[in-house]
């Protein structure tokens, strides 16, 4: 008995290949016909074994195709990447025949099957999903209640952004100072009038009205805005020698690092107008627009901390010994270094932001996934739930994965440069 | 000379007045506020106190782990909802962590499939909001469940039905002497680690520690079954008629839809973490390490268990113990889809029903705080302890 014989080697590399090969094939091929065609060319055996038999054909097959240093180039590189080891061409298989078993389904739903046309949920005859619901709801969710004549302002303010910001990165160094000072000092309170009108001939909308997407892009654009600069200050002040300063900033720090965000928002919501005079009243988004900006603020405090740990002792004596002041120091020597070296920590501080927004719905603003939830609760929309949350996933996916390939670009560019 | 002491005098004075400046403020702020929640709290005819704890809170809670109904207490409710979200971060933690682990060795894995299947689970789940990932699970996948009488059927043991998933009832006798041998069982395992440790270092000896310890593990509590008196049954879930529509199932334990949708989602999303900081951590062990841990001819088993993981570990540990407490102040997005843990039944239904908004937002706030603060202490203890002692 000579079980040797059944290793595959070089020198039958042939016919190993080709038995191989085959195994592989027909294993895809059953897989391929059950999923799609919906026939089991296994049918004969008992079902378990029929349910397997992809696995097992092909585990077989890639066990004769595993030829080391074949000089295949090919054959080569597909052992070396999935089929190294039996435990790795079983993962292999296992993978593959999982996607394509859930890819069909998945597509089904998404599109095959889904309906497009139509205005009710009558329209939506088909098994898959109801995109209907999305068209007809669409302005909601990007608007929130903000009336649909009016719907003009909200686009205007962020076209107008969103032309300042892309032009602020072509103009010459000399005029883009004086462009971000205006989109940081003016915009905000062009935007702000923009919205909530009540003057130049523009309707009154109030807050309460505000919501959908654009509510998101708001509270994080103004939440970035002012938590940017507070967490500066809250990283000075730890770093600071003044004791009864360092232990104030360490205190409001660790308080607000220490508690969820739903109870800071509850606090805005319900704790913090039992501090105020009786009668005034403070609107609700400016609430919890500080509290989201104090909560990430102190999160931002640490990531800058973290850079000014990481500067040698040595640029801060070399300051010194220039005669610069505390102030001097900090802004011309210490802070344009220290904030370049976290670079990467800020953008996911940011990226948490903007994924915490959604959480204000619990004090009754409703953004996208508020507007959704008003949405599927509505009688004639019932049971769209999944629709829904598919499509808000995806928006707020878009989202954040293109900040964060934004920022781990920044990172690979900044480590390039050191 | 004298310039000089004027100029120390004036730098004491030149560093006083902020700090002055800065505690005068906070001090006047917190006055204000004082005075004005006094005013308010007066004209509302509530005075600030912490009495209402004790009394009746008559609601009623969904699921609770102690018993609790309308008769019970205020403060007995703030436990409930304690004791609520201990428990799905417990649940939460014990899933993120197997999952997280699997993912973060999926992707260092030389398959090229499972590496790239594990990072895109990493940027799929971590960059979709996790409220949004609850309400997909609560509100989308999981009432997608067939009903009580068409429920999925593992084995007639458990079934997964839309109103929740029913398993057995554990039902012990003599629970006590169970818990006694298994803590037998781990102090005696310790003393058997100290033990090959000794043998190890003094005569070279290495003892089969895991085959002992599973034996010890195994043994003990086997023995309190036979000869103590310990006895565990189940009792399985029966399917009973409601009336002619409505089934339900009894004699199990019953796993709400909203616990099962909370531990998923938070455990799918700190998983990728967790997964991130296995990376990292493995990939922080220098090439070398292993190498010359090979070089002096320790096995594949003795180098990670010996060079790579004690490394490794010192870089998992303090950011994974960071993802816990994040799992933790996460599970308050429960309130988001009533499952009954602090923030709900505490900071939204018992504040509802005495308006003591102060109160009771600064009790939620507080206890958070305070499990914050001791994991970070014991987490600055265990990075002192762990630190690389450099001559």
């Known amino acids: 008995m000579n079980l040797a014989y059944l290793k595959p080697t070089k020198e039958k590399i042939n016919t190993f290949l080709l038995l191989g090969s085959i195994f592989v094939i027909f294993a895809f091929f059953d897989i391929l016909t059950n999923t799609f065609l919906n026939r089991n060319i296994t049918g004969f055996l008992p079902q378990t074994i029929s349910f397997f038999t992809p696995l097992i054909l092909g585990y077989i097959g890639f066990y004769l195709i595993r030829i080391e240093f074949s000089g295949n180039r090919f054959l080569d590189k597909l052992n070396k990447n999935i089929n190294s080891s039996n435990f790795n061409a079983f993962l292999t298989l296992l993978i593959l025949f999982i996607i394509i078993k859930a890819i069909s389904p998945l597509i089904n739903w998404l599109i095959l099957d889904a309906n497009f046309v139509g205005s009710s949920k009558d329209d939506c005859t088909g098994n898959g999903a109801c995109w209907v619901f999305i068209k007809v709801w669409f302005n909601r969710l990007m608007y929130g209640l903000y009336p649909d004549v009016e719907q003009w302002r909200v686009n205007s303010a962020f ?40 003057s130049f001939g523009l309707v009154y909308v109030e807050t309460a009205a505000w919501g959908g997407l654009s509510l998101t892009f708001i509270i994080s654009a103004f939440a970035i805005l002012f938590c940017f600069p507070i967490g500066v200050f809250l990283a000075l002040g730890r770093r600071s020698s003044l004791p009864a300063i360092r232990y104030i900033s360490i205190g409001f720090i660790e308080l607000w690092r ?30 919890v627009l500080i509290a989201i900006t104090l909560f990430e603020a102190a999160y931002m405090a640490e990531v800058v901390r973290g850079g000014l740990q990481a500067l040698p002792k040595g640029q801060y004596e070399a ?18 270094q220290a904030l370049k070296l976290v670079i990467p920590g800020i953008a996911n501080t940011l990226l948490a932001l903007v994924k915490d927004t959604p959480l204000i719905f619990v004090v009754g603003l409703m953004e996208l996934a508020g507007m959704i939830g008003l949405a599927k609760t509505n009688p004639k929309w019932l049971g769209m739930a999944m629709e829904g949350y598919v499509f808000a996933g995806l928006v707020f996916w878009v989202i954040c994965y293109a900040m964060s390939r934004y920022s781990q670009n920044l990172e690979k560019k900044l480590s390039t440069e050191r | 000379m ?124 971590r960059n979709i909001p996790l409220i949004l990932q609850i309400f997909f699970w609560y509100f989308a996948a999981l009432r997608a469940l067939p009903s009580p009488e068409n429920a999925i059927n593992f084995y007639d043991i458990s079934y997964l039905t839309i109103k929740g998933w029913y398993i057995p009832k554990f039902v012990w006798i003599n629970f006590d002497i169970f818990c006694y041998s298994l803590i037998l069982a781990f102090v005696s395992i310790y003393f058997l680690y100290r033990y090959a440790k000794k043998q190890r270092e003094e005569f070279g000896k290495i003892l089969p520690t895991f085959t002992l310890s599973l034996g010890i593990l195994i043994l003990i509590p086997l023995f309190s079954f036979l000869l103590l008196g310990v006895s565990l049954t189940f009792n399985y879930p029966e399917l009973k008629q409601l009336s002619e529509t409505s089934y339900t199932y009894e004699n199990g334990v019953s796993i709400i839809p909203e616990l099962m949708a909370l531990a998923l989602a938070l455990s799918m999303y700190t998983a990728t973490f967790i997964a991130e900081n296995v990376r990292a951590g493995v990939m922080g062990v220098g090439k070398g390490q292993k190498e010359a841990a090979a070089s002096i001819g320790l096995t594949k088993g003795q180098i990670l268990k010996l060079v790579v993981m004690p490394q490794a570990l010192r870089i998992i540990i303090p950011p994974t113990t960071n993802q816990y407490l994040n799992l933790t102040k996460n599970s308050s997005l429960a309130a988001a889809i009533a499952y009954p843990d602090m923030v709900l039944v505490f900071a939204k239904t018992a504040l509802m029903q005495t308006g003591r908004a102060i109160e009771i937002i600064s009790i939620t706030m507080l206890t958070y705080l305070s499990l914050s603060i001791s994991i970070s202490l014991l987490m600055n203890w265990y990075n002192k302890k762990m630190a690389i002692k450099e001559k």
């Open chain 2, 2 to 125: 004298n310039l000089k002491k004027i100029n120390i005098e004036n730098k004491k004075i030149r560093d006083l007045i902020p700090q002055v400046l800065t505690v005068l403020t906070l001090i006047s702020v917190i006055f204000y506020f004082a005075t004005n929640a006094q005013i308010n709290m007066g004209n509302r005819g509530i005075s600030f106190g912490f009495g209402f704890l004790s009394q009746e809170a008559s609601f009623d809670i969904a699921f609770s782990l102690i018993e609790f109904d309308g008769s019970y207490s205020y403060g007995r409710a703030f436990l409930v909802g304690l004791l609520n979200t201990i428990l799905v971060s417990v649940i939460g933690i014990f899933l993120a962590t197997i999952l997280g682990v699997i993912v973060g060795v999926a992707r260092l894995s030389d398959n090229y499939l499972i590496a790239k299947t594990a990072e895109w689970y990493v940027e799929i789940f």
């Open chain 1, 258 to 287: 220490g508690v969820p965000l739903i109870t800071v928002l509850f606090m805005a919501a319900v704790m913090f107008p039992m501090f105020l005079p009786d009668g005034t009243f403070i609107d609700k988004l400016i609430r």
């Open chain 1, 159 to 198: 076209i107008l952004l969103f032309t300042l910001v892309g032009i602020a990165f072509f103009v010459p160094q000399k005029i883009k100072k004086y462009f971000i000072i205006f989109l940081l000092f003016v915009y905000p309170f062009i935007g702000i009038k923009l919205l909530s009108g009540g």
């Open chain 1, 319 to 336: 300051a010194k010994s220039l005669g610069m002041g505390y102030w001097r120091m900090n802004i011309l020597i210490i802070l344009p």
